[in-house]
């Protein structure tokens, strides 16, 4: 395992490019092969709307004879992406993570499950804590340096202050405006 600072050549990172396209290719590939063996069943989820709405007698054609082919091959293949679309995503993340640093890491984490807090909050419409959870992603993005994020989640917890009535809110504009001050654009 590297250390924090310790660096290694460019050609290991292309090395490890490579290592990870390939492997993306591959499931690729494989939900590709799985895609095309309902390749009809997926065509016909995929024309469902048009054809309920084409008009009484009228049907699809295809106008030349390799079309249906390609069509269904197609279909296949970004069906194939979006299956394999877990597995791609891991692996960019997978290479990109590799560059970051710890304290990185520790906060795209923290933003991850923050954020997901606040997508499950919604649902309960408890503005004490979606303020809360802002104010905290706020701080968080603040600290990162992402000063947009910050401004954007600390007026959402401001505003659910608001709502609820508290004075606490004075706080947290107080912030806000000190973060405005910090970081005026030029």
């Keep these: 395992m590297l250390e924090?600072?310790?660096?290694?050549?460019f050609t290991s990172h292309l090395e490890e490019l490579r290592s990870r396209l390939i492997k993306c290719f591959i499931a690729?590939?494989?939900?590709?092969?799985?895609?095309?063996?309902?390749?009809?069943i997926l065509f016909e989820i995929l024309v469902?709307?048009?054809?309920?709405?084409?008009?009484?007698?009228?049907?699809?054609i295809f106008t030349g004879l390799p079309e249906a082919f390609f069509t269904y091959l197609k279909v296949a293949l970004l069906s194939g992406l979006m299956l394999a679309s877990?597995?791609?995503?891991?692996?960019?993340?997978?290479?990109?993570?590799?560059?970051?640093?710890?304290?990185?890491?520790?906060w795209e984490k923290a933003v991850y499950y923050l954020k997901k807090s606040i997508e499950l909050d919604k649902e309960s419409k408890s503005l004490y804590i979606l303020s809360d959870l802002h104010h905290e992603l706020g701080l968080l993005y603040e600290e990162m340096g992402d000063i947009k994020s910050a401004k954007k989640h600390i007026e959402i917890a401001i505003k659910h202050y608001n709502k609820m009535g508290h004075g606490d809110a004075r706080i947290m504009e107080d912030r806000l405006l000190k973060y405005k001050k910090k970081h005026k654009k030029k």
Excluded: C, N, T
């Design 86 to 106: 877990p597995w791609v995503f891991y692996q960019i993340w997978a290479f990109v993570a590799a560059g970051l640093y710890k304290h990185e890491k520790k």
């Design 48 to 60: 469902r709307p048009l054809i309920q709405v084409m008009a009484e007698g009228d049907h699809l």
């Design 4 to 9: 924090e600072d310790e660096k290694i050549p």
């Design 28 to 40: 690729v590939g494989v939900g590709f092969a799985l895609s095309y063996g309902f390749k009809e």
